[in-house]
Nanobody
Framework: QVQLVESGGGLVQAGGSLRLSCAAS????????MGWFRQAPGKEREFVAA????????YYGDSVKGRFTISRDNAKNTVYLQINSLKPEDTAVYYC????????????????WGQGTQVTVSS
């Protein structure tokens, strides 16, 4: 079992930047694809970004392309999400996810989920 803990959320004004982190623990975290989803009030959970263990495959949701960057540090078992040019519509709870298959992760069928971290963007 993989345990995931997100951090880095907070209150940011529009146009600002934020970096989220997700630390994975447990021996099964090795070679897992990892990524991010978000859920805004009254909306369904939305795919944000995903990255394979080797960095060979990276995907972004259509709504965040050009502003969000996903990366990972396998030595630290950590995935990051750099968010630039924040907009009020980015306000949501951001969830980290992990799965042996990046296709499964992107399809919201991840094996493991974090507890979420709140991102609030003021206008």
């Amino acid at each position: 079992q993989v345990q995931l803990v997100e951090s880095g959320g907070g209150l940011v004004q529009a146009g600002g930047s934020l970096r989220l982190s997700c630390a994975a623990s447990g021996r099964t975290s090795s070679r897992y694809a990892m990524g991010w989803f978000r859920q805004a009030p009254g909306k369904e959970r939305e795919f944000v970004a995903a990255i394979s263990w080797s960095w060979s495959r990276i995907y972004y949701g259509d709504s965040v392309k050009g502003r969000f960057t996903i990366s990972r540090d396998n030595a630290k078992n950590t995935v990051y999400l750099q968010i630039n040019s924040l907009k009020p519509e980015d306000t949501a709870v951001y969830y980290c996810a992990a799965d042996p298959s990046i296709e499964g992760l992107v399809g919201a069928d991840a094996n493991s989920w974090g507890q979420g971290t709140q991102v609030t963007v003021s206008s």
